[in-house]
C-alpha cells in the first residue's frame, strides 16, 4: 500500500462528531449557547494579547477581540477606558479579514483626546510604543479595554542608554546592545516574562514588549 | 452566504477543517471549537470567493491560524488535556497499519503534523502548501522530508521509501 492511502485510510476515520456537525450547521440559526461558549474563550485570547500602534495625534491601538456573533451585542459589550476613565466610541466597524483574523475598529474620545481603535485577533500582535492596552472580561460578561500610558521608556543619560521597565520597576542598560541600532532581550517583571524589542531612531525610540509568559 | 449553501460547506468541509485543526491539537473538544470558530468566521468574512478550491483554501488557511492560536499557544499547552486524543485509535485497532500511522504522526512535531495531512490527504502540492500556510516552498520541503525521515524511523517497513 502507498505511503498516501495508507495515510488517507488512516485520516479517514478521524471525523467531527454528528453532534458537533449539528452544533455548526446551527451556528447560522440563534444559537445562544454557542455565542456564550465563544465569548468566555474569547476573553482568555483577549486578555492574553494586546498591541497598540500610536503615531502623532491619532491613537490606534490593536490588541484582540472576540469571535464575533452577533455584532451589535458584541459592539455593546465592548467598553474602552483611556487612563481609567471610559471613552465615547463611534463608528465601528467589524470584520474577518482575508486570512481570518478578526478586526474591530472604531473612534474613541476620552476628554481632549481622540483617535481611531483597532483590535484584532492577530497572535503576533505586540504591545508598542506610548500606550499600554489590558483587556479583562468582568462578571457580566463585559470586555473592558483600558488603555493607559505605556509604562516602558527609553532614557539617555551621560552616553548610556537604558529601558526603563514599567514606571522604573527595573532600569536596563542595553547601551551595548542597541549600538547597532536595535536592542532585544527578556525581563521578568510582576510575575512575567517579557520579551522587549528596542529601535532607536535617533531622536525616537520604538519599543515593542510581548508577554511570553 | 445562502442557508442552504452554508449547509452545504458545512457538510462538504466539516471533516476537512476539523483534521485541520486535529493535525495541531490532537484532541476533538478543541477541535470542534475550531471549526465553530472558522466557520463564524466564514459568515463574517467579505472574501468573494471566485470558486470551490478558493473557498477551500481560505477554510484551511483559517482553519490552520485558529489552531495555532488555540492549541499551540503556551497557554492551551498547559491547560489542555490531551488524552481524548486516543479515544479515536480504539476503533482503529483492527488495522494495525493504521494505528502504527497515527500514533506516529501524532508524534511528530507540530508543525510537520499539518504539512503531512495537506501533502498525503488532501493531495496538495508543496508550492500549494506553502501558499496556504503562507510558508517558503523550502520550508515546507524541509519539514516534508523531516517529516518523512521521522516517519520512516518509526514506521520502517510500513512506511515506503519516496
Excluded at chain 1, 74 to 92: L, M, P, R, T
Amino acid at each position: 500500500m502507498s505511503n498516501k492511502k495508507l495515510y488517507k485510510e488512516t485520516f479517514d476515520k478521524i471525523t467531527m462528531s454528528e453532534e458537533a456537525f449539528e452544533r455548526i450547521r446551527s451556528l447560522e440559526g440563534e444559537n445562544k449557547k454557542n455565542r456564550e461558549n465563544y465569548f468566555k474563550y474569547a476573553g482568555i485570547v483577549v486578555a492574553a494579547m494586546a498591541a497598540i500602534f500610536i503615531s502623532s495625534n491619532t491613537i490606534s491601538y490593536a490588541g484582540t477581540g472576540e469571535p464575533l456573533v452577533d455584532m451589535k451585542e458584541y459592539v455593546e459589550k465592548i467598553s474602552i477606558f483611556i487612563n481609567g476613565k471610559k471613552a465615547d466610541e463611534s463608528d465601528v466597524k467589524r470584520y474577518v479579514d482575508e486570512n481570518g483574523t478578526e478586526h474591530i475598529e472604531m473612534q474613541v474620545a476620552e476628554g481632549d483626546q481622540k483617535g481611531e481603535v483597532h483590535i484584532t485577533t492577530d497572535m503576533d500582535s505586540l504591545e508598542k510604543n506610548n500606550l499600554s492596552v489590558e483587556t479583562n472580561i468582568d462578571e457580566k460578561g463585559n470586555t473592558n479595554i483600558e488603555i493607559s500610558d505605556f509604562p516602558w521608556k527609553v532614557e539617555k543619560k551621560e552616553g548610556k542608554v537604558y529601558l526603563n521597565v514599567k514606571d522604573g520597576k527595573k532600569i536596563l542598560d542595553i547601551t551595548k546592545d542597541i549600538e547597532d541600532g536595535k536592542a532585544e532581550g527578556k525581563v521578568q517583571v510582576d510575575g512575567k516574562l517579557y520579551k522587549y524589542c528596542v529601535e532607536d531612531f535617533g531622536e525616537e525610540q520604538s519599543i515593542e514588549v510581548k508577554v511570553i509568559e | 452566504m445562502e442557508q442552504s449553501e452554508y449547509i452545504r460547506v458545512v457538510n462538504t468541509y466539516g471533516n476537512t477543517v476539523y483534521r485541520i485543526a486535529f493535525s495541531y491539537c490532537r484532541n476533538a473538544s478543541n477541535s470542534e471549537d475550531i471549526v465553530q470558530n472558522v466557520y463564524i468566521k466564514l459568515f463574517q468574512t467579505k472574501t468573494e470567493f471566485t470558486d470551490e478550491e478558493h473557498m477551500r483554501k481560505w477554510l484551511i488557511r483559517v482553519a490552520a491560524n485558529e489552531a495555532k492560536n488555540l492549541c499551540t499557544s503556551f497557554w492551551k499547552r498547559k491547560m489542555v488535556p490531551l488524552e481524548d486524543s486516543h479515544e479515536n485509535l480504539l476503533l482503529w485497532s483492527e488495522k494495525e497499519e493504521c494505528s502504527k500511522l497515527y500514533n506516529a504522526v501524532m508524534g511528530l512535531p507540530d508543525k510537520y503534523r499539518v504539512v503531512t495531512y495537506l501533502y498525503y490527504y488532501e493531495d496538495y502540492a508543496v508550492k500549494e502548501i506553502a501558499e496556504i500556510l503562507k510558508l517558503r516552498e523550502t520550508t515546507v520541503q524541509t519539514q516534508l522530508m523531516r517529516a518523512r525521515e521521522k516517519l520512516k524511523m518509526k514506521l520502517k517497513e510500513d512506511w515506503k521509501d519516496e
